[in-house]
């Protein structure tokens, strides 16, 4: 080769060299979408419970968040092995630390500072007990790993593995018991180290012991290793029983590393939040995005395990190969189902099949209001699992006994009692709401006589018939698809029931009493005491103003036209508290993230700002969702402006930058609002894809000038299910001026 020959192809190889590198190290920063996940978003609440930084895999059992009481707290409680409800009741607790010698006396759990604190939705690490232990925590669906790395220079590591109330077993390298949690239920734990410990014991009713077996309060099972290389500690949970939660573990974590099970659990995520890829817009709003969809992956969890399930409603095991439960559906009906629906109709189908499952097992044969692992506990008001039994049908979801949903559905609404929080037959209320067609409220100072109400969370007068009038409507809608002529006709009548409060002279739904007078005198921001719970329900009336979600042409005719209701809209936001902050949020602590008096924060809100496409505004709709995800929505500790309640407030960020919501819930149509991204697409469980185009979009450009589905004309601010299930287009030719698109 000549010398001029060598140094071209050296040229040439380094450039291959510099090429190859260059590309690498672009796939290396490639993000994929749980790389934009942020678990600390919200974290730091403005008023009430902030978002947690759960670690889990979607929708399984196996969740996990670090035992503290806050996240501006400078100490953690030993590390976390499972929660039992969404954001609430942790079960057994595992202590790593390095403070004790061998024979010294052991501590239940270890209250210890925390530094250099790692989440993502599949993995924890924290330095703890005083900086000396680096433990690493990834989860499967009942089972987890912890990796425990202590300093060698500080001597033995000691683990307290605590079943709090119940009892613990140690064997050899496993530890098993259970612990009894909310409502009597058992959860079970079997757990097992990679390697022999040099001591060994339990400790019961504070005493330490080399018994094998112990139990009563703060049962603990300990075990003592050397220093010398890392402990790994595998465990399974279960409701069913300790051999079940062996055989969890075994199947989904045993004799895998600790590195393989974090890359799985980084894999099922990046598969489920892959069902929504996002082109353009800034990392802030992918960051915004794909944690607001990560958060509606939380709840419901599902209590199966290989075959068999834990039924909390009769609390026994069946066989099955699904049981969702941990579902707070007055949350979640608006908008967390039916994005489950866009991306899988058989989850969704599994999902609802559970809640019949639950009716069906249960003594009273209600469909329940807030499923969870202890039973339904009856929170809120209203029955509106039947909107998502309503919304599901009208969309075409398959492999539900839609029968035994309106027979469950209907009994609850008929058969229980409509008052608030409560779990017990129909009493006063419902005759009354049969008889007159709204719920009676008190006069201020008139004391409850009703034994079915409950003394903080008040009758609801006004909120409950709102609620119900819908949840009647869902009634009719469900009815009338399966062949029900006469019930769907009795349910669309009552459904017009929210007409019964609404108060022509103010525009406002009003609440009566039983003599059928309006209550006076009335203050729609602050009358009702704390959170309104006297005729609302933790929002105030100007918030229920709009709590007609199923007939909203009506209530533009009630309010006098598209222009009146037009102008009570931005009334809505433009009114101003009415007190300091101090004095508002001390009576309404719920109404958090306000604008106006539209709250930001709270379920109830979050279809006003699309109800301006009913008036033939909708420019006004594209204006207002934009500004209220930029002002509420975050990538900070503070970027969430109220309850999230795992997935119920998130759910309305992912359909709102996608550009479009689900109003109403058993309609089967979705109003368009302005999106936050260039192109979205989101990938079906049939393998067909919904393209949304806005080349340009940005908050200088939020503005729809014109639309088209599949090629064809779309000139009005909504479409249908029916449109896009099977795959579409949707593009929209954006501007930084509004226009006339889409109004009447």
């Not at 060698?152 to 050899?172: H, P, S």
């Not at 079970?188 to 400790?203: F, K, S």
């Not at 069906?360 to 202890?374: D, K």
Request: net charge negative; proline share 5%.
């Amino acid at each position: 080769m000549k010398p001029t020959d060598r140094k071209k192809a050296m040229k040439s190889s380094v450039a291959s060299l510099l090429l190859s590198a260059f590309v690498a190290g672009s796939a290396f920063a490639a993000r994929t979408p749980v790389d934009y996940v942020n678990p600390y978003i919200g974290n730091i609440s403005h008023l009430l419970m902030p978002t947690f930084p759960t670690v889990h895999l979607p929708n399984g059992m196996m969740r996990v968040y670090p035992v503290r009481g806050a996240y501006t707290e400078s100490r953690v409680n030993g590390l976390p092995l499972i929660i039992i409800n969404h954001r609430e009741c942790l079960a057994f607790n595992l202590s790593a630390t390095q403070s004790l010698g061998r024979g010294d006396g052991v501590p239940y759990s270890v209250v210890t500072d925390y530094d250099n604190e790692e989440i993502t939705p599949y993995y924890y690490a924290t330095d703890i007990d005083n900086q000396n232990i680096r433990a690493e925590y990834a989860p499967s669906l009942h089972s987890a790993v912890y990796r425990l790395s202590p300093d060698r220079e500080k001597g033995d590591m000691t683990l307290v593995l605590n079943a709090r109330n119940g009892e613990m077993e140690i064997d050899g390298r496993s530890m098993s018991g259970f612990q009894y949690t909310w409502g009597g239920i058992k959860i079970y734990i079997y757990a097992e180290t990679d390697r022999e410990p040099v001591a060994a014991g339990v400790l019961s009713e504070g005493k330490m012991s080399d018994r094998t077996a112990g139990s009563g309060d703060e049962a603990c099972a300990v075990m003592t290793f050397d220093a010398t290389a890392p402990v790994v500690m595998r465990y399974g949970v279960s409701y069913i029983d300790a051999e079940q939660a062996r055989r969890n573990m075994e199947t989904e974590v045993g004799g895998l590393s600790f590195d393989t099970v974090k890359k799985h659990g980084r894999k099922a995520w990046n598969d489920e939040l892959g069902k929504i890829i996002v082109e353009g817009g800034t990392d802030a709003d992918k960051e915004v995005f794909y944690t607001s969809l990560y958060r509606c992956y939380e709840r419901p969890v599902d209590l199966a395990e290989y075959g068999r399930y834990f039924n909390p409603a009769d609390r026994k095991v069946h066989d099955g190969d699904h049981h969702y439960t941990d579902d707070w559906l007055w949350d979640t009906y608006r908008a967390t189902h039916p994005l489950r629906i866009l991306l899988s109709e058989s989850q969704e189908a599994d999902m609802i099949n559970s809640l019949i499952d639950y009716a069906g097992h249960s003594p009273q044969q209600w469909l329940p209001t807030f499923p969870a692992v202890s039973g339904d506990s009856h929170r809120m008001n209203c029955n509106h699992g039947v909107a998502v039994i309503a919304d599901a049908m009208v969309k075409g979801v398959e492999g539900i006994d839609y029968a035994d949903g309106y027979r469950y559905g209907k009994s609850a609404v008929e058969d229980k009692t409509l008052a608030p929080w409560r779990n017990g037959k129909a009493g006063y209320l419902n005759r009354f709401y049969r008889e007159h067609g709204y719920i009676p409220a008190l006069h201020p100072g008139e004391s409850e006589y009703l034994d079915e109400v409950d003394g903080w969370e008040k009758r609801q007068a006004v909120a409950v018939t709102l609620g119900t009038a819908y949840d009647d409507w869902c009634l009719s809608v469900i009815a009338d698809r399966l062949g029900l002529d006469d019930d769907a006709a009795y349910y669309a009548a009552r459904s017009k029931n929210y007409r019964n409060l609404f108060n022509p002279a103010t525009s406002f739904f009003h609440p009566k009493d039983s003599a059928g007078n309006f209550i006076e005198p009335f203050d729609y921001k602050f009358s009702g005491g704390i959170g309104a719970r006297d005729y609302y329900d933790e929002n105030n009336g100007w918030t229920y103003r709009w709590d007609c979600q199923h007939d909203i042409p009506g209530l533009i005719e009630l309010m006098g036209g598209d222009s009146k209701f037009v102008a009570n809209l931005d009334d809505t936001f433009n009114e101003w508290l009415g007190k300091n902050k101090y004095e508002f949020y001390s009576v309404l602590p719920d109404q958090t993230g306000n604008v106006g008096q539209f709250t930001m924060g709270n379920e109830p809100s979050m279809h006003i700002p699309y109800l301006y496409n009913y008036a033939g505004e909708p420019w006004r709709t594209q204006r207002r969702v934009r500004q209220l995800v930029r002002q509420w929505f975050r990538p900070d500790v503070m970027g969430m402006p109220g309850d999230e309640d795992g997935g119920g407030l998130s759910s309305f960020v992912v359909f709102s930058m996608m550009g479009f919501y689900p109003v109403t819930p058993g309609s089967g149509m979705y109003s368009v609002g302005t999106p936050f991204f260039s192109k979205v697409r989101l990938r079906m469980e049939n393998g067909k894809e919904l393209v949304i185009e806005a080349p340009g979009a940005s908050d200088d450009c939020k503005y729809i000038a014109d639309a088209t589905i599949d090629g064809k004309t779309l000139d009005k601010p909504w479409f249908s299910h029916d449109e896009i299930r099977n795959g579409a287009k949707i593009k929209f030719r954006m501007t930084g001026r509004h226009t006339g698109w889409g109004g009447r």
